[in-house]
């Protein structure tokens, strides 16, 4: 069994602070773990991936996520919010024998000014 | 170049009704999955088609539920004898493979309200 928690449903920053939004997964195997965003009215958007290697991983528009495999986790960072960076978020979990994803229920960032 | 479309945006019809959904996947994209999104149950997965294997229909809720791909292209999810709860949106995505290493490309979905 495979699956991701997000335990935030909103997570609300002053513009410029830093954003953290979190996710946790619960794997058989070896994880490979996804961060998408889906904008009002708009599909998702692959914001960044962890496969192996490096447990920083870089993505999309500033945002970065840290795998912790002791912990089970890998947060979405970003050192400094923009209001546009208002979205939903959805953390999401595969393992290689089958590429579906299985996501979370989404966390809501709201960025105010 | 062209992203994954669907139509149509929005589908209103009655409980007890057949609906057809179409997804276009980005040219050359072997890959093509659904999922489904509604508030009570987020985003789920429901079937991918990789190139000419069978598919996986793993995720589809019900044998209401089915889907077929054309050509290795188009896709149509059909939903039979429609009732309330399938009221959600229904995303496409494609991807050149099933390998972790090809990102997913999603649709902006088809929003299904059952009456």
């Known amino acids: 069994a495979q699956s991701v928690a997000q335990p935030e449903d909103q997570v609300n920053v002053a513009e410029g602070n830093p954003l953290t939004v979190k996710c946790t997964y619960s794997v058989s195997g070896n994880p490979y773990l996804f961060w998408y965003v889906q904008y009002p009215n708009r599909g998702l958007q692959f914001l960044l991936k962890?496969?192996?290697?490096?447990?920083l991983v870089k993505g999309s528009y500033g945002f970065e996520a840290e795998f912790n495999k002791s912990q089970t986790s890998f947060h979405l960072k970003k050192p400094s919010a923009l209001v546009s960076d208002s979205a939903l978020y959805f953390c999401a979990v595969t393992l290689l024998s089958g590429y579906a994803l299985n996501f979370g229920k989404g966390t809501s960032l709201l960025v105010t000014p | 170049g062209a992203g994954v479309s669907q139509s149509p945006s929005n589908k209103v019809t009655e409980k007890g009704k057949d609906v057809e959904l179409r997804c276009d996947p980005i040219?050359?994209?072997?890959?093509l999955y659904w999922y489904r999104q509604s508030l009570g149950q987020g985003l789920e997965f429901l079937i991918y088609f990789q190139g000419n294997s069978a598919p996986d229909k793993s995720g589809l809720p019900s044998d209401r539920f089915s889907a077929e791909r054309t050509g290795g292209s188009v896709s149509t999810l059909t939903i039979q004898r429609t009732q309330q709860e399938d009221s959600a949106v229904y995303l496409c995505?494609?991807?050149?493979?099933?390998?972790?290493?090809?990102?997913?490309?999603f649709g902006p979905g088809t929003r299904l309200t059952v009456t």
């Open positions: 995505a494609s991807s050149l493979g099933t390998s972790v290493s090809y990102e997913q490309y």
């Open positions: 040219s050359g994209h072997t890959a």
């Open positions: 962890y496969i192996t290697g490096d447990n």
